[in-house]
T-cell receptor, first 116, second 113 residues
Framework: NAGVTQTPKFQVLKTGQSMTLQCAQD?????MYWYRQDPGMGLRLIYY???????DKGEVPNGYNVSRLNKREFSLRLESAAPSQTSVYFC???????????????FGDGTRLSIL | AQSVAQPEDQVNVAEGNPLTVKCTYSVSGNPYLFWYVQYPNRGLQFLLK??????LVKGSYGFEAEFNKSQTSFHLKKPSALVSDSALYFC???????????FGTGTRLQVFP
């Protein structure tokens, strides 16, 4: 059981380059999330998707775009990378349908992104 | 606005001793509270949650947490610490009318042999 799978695991970019972080879950969860983790700041929500075709901004959305391709996949795109976007990015999913509120989020193992 | 505070950046405890990792929260309405653990180079793993009911909830790896509504706290506890418990611990809160979690800044637990 794979759970939440993120690719790539590591990436180094130059300022101004673009890239897409991929995330897929196999738990039939309706909600998916993208977070960034920075030292001393915990996890901060970038974008959120409650269901296929819907997305919503989180706490720190600037400089990012997302796409909920289908129920399984939720990608995060950096259009023009900046050094401030150097971070560890985590994707998560959870079941939030009516009758399943309160279910925990399940996390991938992250993408470590460095922008020079 | 929702918020979570983990007042200690690091907690040090000797193996075999009890441990407590502190968490306080602020949320409108009844809170959904969670604890997660993160090992090096891994994602967050769910430990336990409080939604409603008994104030003492038990979770994975022998951990438990006590919900205290009057003090708006949800401290993580374990009666006897193991060296393998050394990791980064996150408290998170969700309000009743949202699916989004707010995470604390994390507490690093170091258990010494």
């Amino acid at each position: 059981n794979a759970g939440v799978t993120q690719t790539p695991k590591f990436q180094v970019l130059k300022t101004g380059q673009s890239m897409t972080l991929q995330c897929a879950q196999d738990m039939n969860h309706n909600s998916m999330y993208w977070y960034r983790q920075d030292p001393g700041m915990g996890l901060r929500l970038i974008y959120y998707s409650a269901s296929e075709g819907t997305t919503d901004k989180g706490e720190v959305p600037n400089g990012y775009n997302v796409s909920r391709l289908n129920k399984r996949e939720f990608s995060l795109r950096l259009e023009s990378a900046a050094p401030s976007q150097t971070s560890v990015y985590f994707c998560a999913s959870s079941a939030t349908q009516t009758g399943r509120r309160g279910q925990p989020q399940h996390f991938g193992d992250g993408t470590r992104l460095s922008i020079l | 606005a929702q918020s979570v505070a983990q007042p200690e950046d690091q907690v040090n405890v000797a193996e075999g001793n009890p441990l407590t990792v502190k968490c306080t929260y602020s949320v409108s309405g009844n809170p959904y509270l969670f604890w997660y653990v993160q090992y090096p180079n891994r994602g967050l793993q769910f430990l336990l949650k409080y939604i409603t009911g008994d104030n003492l909830v038990k979770g994975s790896y022998g951990f438990e947490a006590e919900f205290n509504k009057s003090q708006t706290s949800f401290h993580l506890k374990k009666p006897s610490a193991l060296v393998s418990d050394s990791a980064l611990y996150f408290c998170a809160v969700r309000g009743a009318n949202t699916d989004k979690l707010i995470f604390g800044t994390g507490t690093r637990l170091q258990v010494f042999p």
